[in-house]
T-cell receptor, first 113, second 117 residues
Framework: LAKTTQPISMDSYEGQEVNITCSHNNIATNDYITWYQQFPSQGPRFIIQGYKTKVTNEVASLFIPADRKSSTLSLPRVSLSDTAVYYCLVGALYGGATNKLIFGTGTLLAVQP | SAVISQKPSRDICQRGTSLTIQCQVDSQVTMMFWYRQQPGQSLTLIATANQGSEATYESGFVIDKFPISRPNLTFSTLTVSNMSPEDSSIYLC??????????????FGPGTRLTVL
């Protein structure tokens, strides 16, 4: 499983766009990139997933360059409620069998008023 | 998607005792997972529990310390045996549903906060 590296923490203010970059230099051809969000006292929840280029949903955007050795989670106009830990995970689904989720250190995003 | 509940939500236990944590899912799932999250740390996978087979443990975790049951497709238990203060942690269960076309999407329970004195 590809190892991921992301900043330990980031600070932002309400209304700003936040970009969290994750490095995964050893990503394999059939690996997806998935981001999870964890609020205090809750389990993580899926935010977004991509394989290449750009993916956008109602919560965030995910930018993946052509070499796929990194990815950037973009949160538009953050609010105080976006304060959480954001995990970048890389893994694949092999032949229908479930892949384990291996969590890295995560990035603690603190949004200030 | 899946809704997961865990019991107890928290507990304070004496060293040397054991605690069994229950995980209930609102739908039938094949794969269930147990994680540990120590204070201020990331999640660490303990084991994968499939219905009808022995759980598969990750490196550093053994069945004698963390026995797991998976009697049906909606329920699992994790027991933390012969507890020590180092076992103080949040224990989370999760499931993979796979009905939304997303790879590696797991739904997590709220966690069980365990404190061992």
């Amino acid at each position: 499983l590809a190892k991921t590296t992301q900043p330990i923490s980031m600070d932002s203010y309400e209304g700003q766009e936040v970009n969290i970059t994750c490095s995964h230099n050893n990503i394999a051809t059939n690996d997806y990139i998935t981001w999870y969000q964890q609020f205090p006292s809750q389990g993580p929840r899926f935010i977004i997933q991509g394989y290449k280029t750009k993916v956008t949903n109602e919560v965030a955007s995910l930018f993946i360059p052509a070499d796929r050795k990194s990815s950037t989670l973009s949160l538009p106009r953050v609010s105080l409620s976006d304060t959480a830990v954001y995990y970048c995970l890389v893994g694949a689904l092999y032949g229908g069998a479930t892949n384990k989720l291996i969590f890295g250190t995560g990035t603690l995003l603190a949004v200030q008023p | 998607s899946a809704v997961i509940s865990q019991k107890p939500s928290r507990d304070i236990c004496q060293r040397g005792t054991s605690l069994t944590i229950q995980c209930q899912v609102d739908s039938q799932v094949t794969m269930m997972f147990w994680y540990r999250q120590q204070p201020g740390q990331s999640l660490t996978l303990i084991a994968t529990a499939n219905q009808g087979s022995e759980a598969t443990y990750e490196s550093g975790f053994v069945i004698d310390k963390f026995p797991i049951s998976r009697p049906n497709l909606t329920f699992s238990t994790l027991t933390v045996s012969n507890m020590s203060p180092e076992d103080s942690s949040i224990y989370l269960c999760s499931v993979e549903v796979g009905d939304r076309g997303r790879e590696n999407e797991q739904f997590f329970g709220p966690g069980t906060r365990l404190t061992v004195l």
